[in-house]
């Protein structure tokens, strides 16, 4: 049976589909309103004052009415912020510098491994990257196996474990933004005492960065002789519906030994794609796979 695991989180959903994955950077979660930040559901003077008030600590700010202060942008809230929600509400500007919204969505995109992941021999340290985007602010992370908190939340989103036993784990982590919102994705990983050798096998296609046309894809394989070699093609087929056909080729990148690819051509909202990913090993053993998901832009900020 062929040993392969696709990792993809839906961006509405965040949930691991078995057929055609669904990539979408809709917000699902109410986002914070800028200049918004007394809890009085609107842009008012009383919000400028609140950012003096706070200036002169007489008022604290939590982590989302901070993000709703810093209508500039910058990381911080400062008198210049409280100015800017004066020449809005005077008509003198008629969106803030950073836009009037603040998404706050985080995505467990993926979890993977190096090249051996899945068939690890028992003491070897294996790395795992979980792979997640959403703001505000810089995303913590934080790491258990088997349901055992193995790695405290930090910024780092890689981590090192050595399996002494063989056997299968969960592996999952947990990422969260800077105003407490949270979301998380696992695998199961299979550790053996013989380093089991055969043909090779794709273990994960993922992807990378939610909010970007240009979209990175990043494939692992493993079991047979290293290195790898990895192609990849992908089909427009927002028009072939029901077909077998494999649509439209939007880009493709023939073998190398890099196990990334990222496209250099603009994607089409609302369009449905399919990535065909081949690679083959130093001996010429073969395997293929492939990643269907819609593609979906956010709403305007």
């Not at 009383?46 to 989302?64: G, K």
């Not at 912020?81 to 008629?94: G, R, S, V």
């Not at 602010?137 to 981590?159: A, C, H, P, Q, W």
């Amino acid at each position: 049976m062929k040993k392969c695991i696709k990792i993809l989180s839906v961006v509405l959903l965040i949930v691991v589909l078995l057929s055609t994955q669904i990539l979408s950077a809709s917000a699902v979660i109410t986002p914070i309103f800028r200049g918004h930040i007394d809890d009085d559901n609107g842009c008012s003077i009383t919000d400028a004052t609140y950012i003096q008030r706070h200036l002169a600590q007489l008022e604290e700010m939590t982590p989302t009415q901070f993000y709703a202060a810093d209508v500039d942008g910058d990381e911080k809230v400062s008198v210049i912020d409280a100015t800017y929600i004066q020449q809005k509400l005077a008509e003198i500007i008629h969106q803030f510098p950073a836009g009037d919204y603040c998404f706050i969505d985080v995505y467990a995109e993926a979890l993977v491994s190096d090249y051996s992941s899945g068939k690890a021999k028992a003491g070897t340290p294996v790395t795992f990257e979980a792979v997640a985007s959403g703001g505000p602010g810089e995303l913590m992370y934080e790491f258990y196996i088997d349901g055992e908190l193995v790695r405290e939340s930090s910024k780092n989103n890689t981590f090192v474990h050595t399996f002494e036993e063989p056997g299968t784990y969960e592996v999952e982590y947990y990422v969260s933004n800077a105003v407490g919102v949270t979301t998380g994705e696992n695998i199961y990983y299979t550790v053996v005492l013989p380093y089991e050798t055969g043909w090779v096998n794709l273990y994960s296609i993922y992807h990378k960065g939610f909010y970007d046309h240009y979209l990175t894809f990043e494939a692992i394989a493993y079991d047979g002789n290293a290195p790898y070699e990895y192609s990849f093609a992908l089909y427009d087929q927002t028009y072939e519906s029901g077909s077998e056909s494999s649509g439209i080729l939007v880009e493709k990148q023939d073998y190398s030994q890099s196990n990334s690819f990222t496209l250099t051509t603009e994607l089409e909202d609302n369009h449905y794609y399919t990535l065909y990913v081949d690679v083959k090993d130093a001996d010429g053993h073969t395997d293929s796979d492939t990643l269907g998901f819609e593609y979906m832009l956010p709403p305007p900020a």
